[in-house]
């Protein structure tokens, strides 16, 4: 059973920073892009960032609203993905998912998601 769980949401004040983690369990053939979505009150689930796996490097895409102040990594090894959250506005308060392509085995593609973790920008 493949999972997906993220970690290190919580409350922060405006300008502020927190670091987000998602760790892929399980038993699976590849890991291929792993991306980070949000969805605020009353908005729709949105792509913040993403780390697309090529054959041979990795390519980061940020959305526009989080571009210069969001930072995605990756960790091959550990099959973890990371997003450091940098000079927080109030319009990041949302539930932060993770979001992995994964092949289960060699022939397999499916999406998974994590249970998402509230980050809350408010003075």
């Known amino acids: 059973q493949v999972q997906l769980v993220e970690s290190g949401g919580g409350l922060v004040q405006p300008g502020g920073s927190l670091n987000l983690s998602c760790t892929a369990s399980g038993r699976f053939f590849a890991i291929n892009t792993m991306s980070w979505y949000r969805q605020g009150p009353g908005n729709q689930r949105e792509l913040v960032a993403e780390?697309?796996?090529?054959?041979?490097?990795?390519?980061?895409n940020y959305a526009d609203s989080v571009a210069g102040r969001f930072t995605i990594t990756r960790d091959m090894v550990k099959n973890m993905l990371y997003l450091h959250l940098n000079s927080l506005k109030p319009e990041d308060t949302a539930v932060y998912y993770c979001?992995?392509?994964?092949?289960?085995?060699?022939?397999?593609?499916?999406?998974?998601w994590g249970q998402g973790t509230q980050v809350t920008v408010s003075s």
């Open positions: 979001h992995a392509q994964i092949q289960p085995t060699r022939w397999e593609y499916q999406n998974y």
């Open positions: 780390f697309i796996t090529t054959a041979t490097d990795g390519k980061k």
